[in-house]
């Protein structure tokens, strides 16, 4: 790395006025205080956030927090990286520049003005999303501004299609607070285009619309708005058509089984979640996921299993039990506690799911995750599934052995 050469080990000294007074590295952004010193901007900003008022050279007060770009002294530092790159030194990249407040505030009120012409606030909506991609400095700056707010108002307010989607696109960068989740949730017609926006020609839309539903259903902890989003048919079957066919977005099997997952919580909306295909969906796209989706996935599974309906639905798939089976001990902790549970669920309600678990191993997963470092919760349904399998252990195991000892066995 550029900012932490190592002057004995590559024979090269980096200019004393390229170091950063503060953390002594090469600087990668030059940036100069009202004190007219220069530092490194991830320095001084972090100087800053942790109370200090004073330029740490001059222990002058700073009247202002204003960062001006020194680029002068940042083209001098990638020449000298150029003219050392045979020792090794790779040249800085040149730093996108964080947004300026008065451009945020600008750029806001001409995208939430009904009275400028639709093509500029639609320009104005993409560059606010350019900027929010840019950085998580940019994404305060704009969150700062009521950003959400305006934003909310033009996603859900009616007018031109492609101004409430790109508003929309913009909008799912922010975390939403629990009073914009109930004024969404709480709104049937806005819950309405959301459900209709997961059947919309654009593939951002209909992933755009998943992660707003996610949000809104996470956000707003009042069950029962939380059961009237995840009730709605339409929206359930939408997320359930974005995972059963992948489409070529980065964001659609993220966003996929978030928005899933959430819509699962609600106990009560569960049976509709089965009867538009989650269950047959999830086990198909089991292997696609990463891990932290996997968890995801593989919780949404044992949630349908608590519902006779999943229980049955996920029975019927072939590929449920023998899956479950091999994510044991393969994925995380956590991926092992809820495959473990959804297979308890399952081997509890059908003799046939017993008898593929057992054919699928599940006898010796079960004794290696209860003699492993897994959760407390794993091993106590590791051992439960144990003993409803009794019967099913050769003869000669420790299974039917009075020395086996299950403790710690509590419902599921």
Known sequence: MPGSLEPLDLSVQIPYHFRCPISLELMRDPVTVSTGQTYDRSSIESWVATGNTTCPVTRSPLPDFTLIP????RRLI??????NRSFGVERIPTPKQPAEPS????????????SCPNPSRLAALRRLKGL?????????????HNAREVLIRIAFGGGEEP??????????MFPLGEADCVGIASDPAKVGFLANLLFHSSIEARVNSAAMVEMVVVGARCSDLRAAVSGVEEILEGVVEMLRNPIPYPRALKIGIKAMFALCLAKQTRHKAVSAGAAETLVDRLPDFDKCDAERALATVELLCRVPSGCEALADHALTVPLLVKTILKISDRA??????ALLALCSASEICQREAVRAGVLTQML???????????????????KLLRDSWPEDSAGNSDDYVYSEVVPF
């Open 103 to 114: 451009l945020v505030r600008s750029l806001l009120n001409q995208a939430g003005s009904a």
């Open 132 to 144: 929010a991609r840019d950085s998580d400095k940019n994404r305060s700056v704009i969150s700062a």
């Open 336 to 341: 092992t506690e809820y495959a473990a549970g």
């Open 368 to 386: 290696l995750l209860v003699q492993s470092d897994c959760t407390d919760r794993a091993k106590r349904k590791a051992q439960m599934l144990l």
């Open 70 to 73: 020194n680029h002068t002294l």
């Open 78 to 83: 990638q020449d000298w990286c150029v003219a």
């Open 163 to 172: 101004i409430r989607l790109e508003a929309l696109a913009v909008l799912v």
